[in-house]
């Protein structure tokens, strides 16, 4: 496993995948059973989880985005980027309630000592890059949710969110949260008929390799479509330099998700960025978490500060 799990890393090499969230048998999905348990569907077959959990460790990159959006304070946060406190960001951390959760990491693995030692009785890590083995032997610590489809990391926001739904005896109330976040776009859509037409490409916050990173996979574009905008149709995950200009150019606005003024300063340094002016949008380093996020507390966060920044690139 790599020493550092840099957010464009992950964000230009996972893909999506079907997700397999159904629970036992013919049952709603996260149904409670007679016996009291709920039975959750991931790529690794089942797990049972019998009664509603009090000590969860959040094992992935951002599952604790939607724990905490659930009012469930987890006992071990993962850390992704950011340097933010407790690796948890603005739009979640009121959301700890002073709790102060054990920071966990993955730079050199899933960390088994620390989580038995906090003595779980259940195990997020639905973007932990779990593989059977490591999966099988979290589980012998407590019940573990892993990833749904064939994707170790990052698969689409709304399968991930389901399962955690599911696993802690709340699938309806998931999916209010889900349906709110799309209420969310889709307002913005609304209020922004200009957007109608208007082509977009979502974009790394760095040059790289000689060229620019398109964020995916697909999904994690669909929330541009969501506000009514047209991304640019492309296969490529990096840009290459030689076609860097003719393939920005088939934008009518470019969304970088840059974290810092140094990053944006050293992207207008490049003549062929510099020369498309107003077409450019530079996020910020809480926008390009909140996308990098994908999750139920920060697209919210997206919705809302995304589409002036759009809206005034367009003018």
């Given at each position: 496993?790599?020493?550092?799990?840099?957010?464009?890393?992950?964000?230009?090499?996972?893909?999506?995948?079907?997700?397999?969230?159904?629970?036992c048998g013919s049952d709603k999905p996260g149904t409670v059973a007679d016996d009291g348990s709920v039975t959750v569907a991931h790529a690794f077959g089942e797990t049972k989880i019998p009664a509603p959990?009090?000590?969860?460790?959040?094992?992935?990159?951002?599952?604790?985005?939607?724990?905490?959006?659930?009012?469930?304070?987890?006992?071990?946060?993962?850390?992704?980027?950011?340097?933010?406190?407790?690796?948890?960001?603005?739009?979640?951390?009121?959301?700890?309630?002073?709790?102060?959760?054990?920071?966990?990491?993955?730079?050199?693995?899933?960390?088994?000592?620390?989580?038995?030692?906090?003595?779980?009785?259940?195990?997020?890590?639905?973007?932990?890059?779990?593989?059977?083995?490591?999966?099988?032997?979290?589980?012998?610590?407590?019940?573990?949710?892993?990833?749904?489809?064939?994707?170790?990391?990052?698969?689409?926001?709304?399968?991930?969110?389901?399962?955690?739904?599911?696993?802690?005896?709340?699938?309806?109330?998931?999916?209010?949260?889900?349906?709110?976040?799309?209420?969310?776009?889709?307002?913005?859509?609304?209020?922004?008929?200009?957007?109608?037409?208007?082509?977009?490409?979502?974009?790394?916050?760095?040059?790289?390799?000689?060229?620019?990173?398109?964020?995916?996979?697909?999904?994690?574009?669909?929330?541009?479509?969501?506000?009514?905008?047209?991304?640019?149709?492309?296969?490529?995950?990096?840009?290459?330099?030689?076609?860097?200009?003719?393939?920005?150019?088939?934008?009518?606005?470019?969304?970088?998700?840059?974290?810092?003024?140094?990053?944006?300063?050293?992207?207008?340094?490049?003549?062929?960025?510099a020369a498309l002016e107003k077409r450019n949008v530079f996020t910020g380093k809480e926008i390009a978490g909140a996308i990098a996020y994908a999750s139920t507390l920060s697209y919210p966060v997206v919705a809302e500060k995304l589409p002036p920044m759009i809206a005034a690139a367009q003018s």
């Open positions: 496993m790599p020493t550092r799990w840099s957010r464009r890393r992950f964000l230009a090499t996972t893909a999506g995948a079907a997700a397999l969230l159904g629970g959990p009090t000590r969860v460790v959040s094992a992935g990159l951002t599952d604790a985005d939607d724990l905490l959006a659930l009012g469930v304070v987890p006992v071990a946060v993962t850390d992704w980027f950011g340097a933010e406190p407790f690796g948890v960001w603005p739009w979640a951390f009121p959301r700890l309630g002073g709790a102060q959760p054990v920071v966990l990491n993955l730079a050199d693995g899933v960390q088994f000592e620390q989580i038995t030692a906090l003595n779980p009785d259940l195990i997020v890590a639905t973007d932990a890059g779990l593989d059977r083995d490591t999966y099988t032997r979290l589980s012998a610590v407590a019940p573990t949710i892993p990833q749904s489809g064939r994707d170790a990391f990052f698969e689409p926001w709304k399968d991930r969110a389901t399962a955690i739904g599911q696993a802690e005896f709340r699938h309806d109330d998931m999916q209010t949260l889900i349906a709110d976040v799309d209420a969310k776009f889709g307002a913005v859509k609304d209020a922004n008929p200009r957007f109608a037409g208007t082509k977009v490409l979502l974009l790394g916050g760095t040059l790289q390799r000689g060229g620019v990173q398109v964020l995916g996979p697909g999904w994690r574009r669909e929330f541009l479509t969501a506000m009514g905008l047209t991304v640019v149709d492309t296969d490529e995950s990096l840009i290459p330099r030689d076609r860097l200009a003719a393939v920005l150019d088939s934008a009518d606005v470019l969304i970088w998700t840059t974290e810092s003024d140094e990053e944006q300063g050293a992207l207008l340094a490049d003549p062929t960025i």
